[in-house]
């Protein structure tokens, strides 16, 4: 009896964070899960295996698996301060 693992796709936010010194993530489709690592790669490698965590847990308790379905964009805005 084989099991046959589907693909998904997400969509992940990449920051970097100057305060922290760090490289923050964020998965819209999947609540905002988000993590860290000190270099771009780290934290990516970081989302992957919170990604899996996440979808492992889903399936074991029941929860519908979210589809990667939720597109994020970046825009810039000009906000002139007081």
Known sequence: MSTKSKTHHYNVILE?????????????????????????????????????????AAKKEGIPIPLGDVKAELVEMEVAAP
């Open 16 to 56: 970097w964070d100057p305060a922290d010194r760090v490289w923050v993530t964020y998965v819209p489709a999947l609540n905002y899960l988000s993590t860290y690592g000190e270099t771009r790669e780290e934290a990516l490698q970081q989302t992957r295996e919170a990604i899996l965590g996440y979808l492992e």
